[in-house]
């Protein structure tokens, strides 16, 4: 059985950090290119960043790049996802995903539908 358990969310003040990690079992994890969306009060999931299954090829949203750094560790089944300067507005549950292949295209990579396995989520608030 697939399982994504989130954790590392908080409460932080702007411009602060976190180091959100996802541990994964029941797959061959270091197969997987893994996904990281988050959804805030009242809105849809939003795609933050896709990782490939080696961790030398990344993706972000415009409204995180430069300031959250997506790596994993497959030697320990984890993702982590690595935010700096912290806004308001990246307050949300931040949740692990991927798909049921391995590989995940530029054409899917941003689409919530397309996934199949999910975690629980980690809430991540931002606030002075």
């Known amino acids: 059985e697939v399982q994504l358990v989130e954790s590392g969310g908080g409460l932080v003040q702007p411009g602060g950090s976190l180091r959100l990690s996802c541990a994964a079992s029941?797959?061959?994890?270091?197969?997987?290119?893994m996904s990281w969306f988050r959804q805030a009060p009242g809105k849809g999931p939003e795609w933050v960043s896709t990782?490939?299954?080696?961790?030398?090829?990344?993706h972000y949203a415009d409204s995180v790049r430069g300031r959250f750094t997506a790596s994993r560790d497959n030697a320990k089944n984890t993702l982590y996802l690595q935010m700096n300067s912290l806004k308001p507005e990246d307050t949300a549950v931040y949740y692990c995903?991927?798909?049921?292949?391995?590989?995940?295209?530029?054409?899917?990579?941003?689409?919530?539908?397309?996934?199949?396995?999910w975690g629980q989520g980690t809430r991540v608030t931002v606030s002075s």
């Open positions: 995903a991927t798909q049921s292949g391995p590989l995940i295209t530029i054409a899917t990579m941003q689409v919530p539908d397309e996934y199949d396995y």
């Open positions: 029941g797959f061959t994890f270091g197969s997987y290119d």
């Open positions: 990782i490939n299954s080696r961790g030398d090829d990344t």
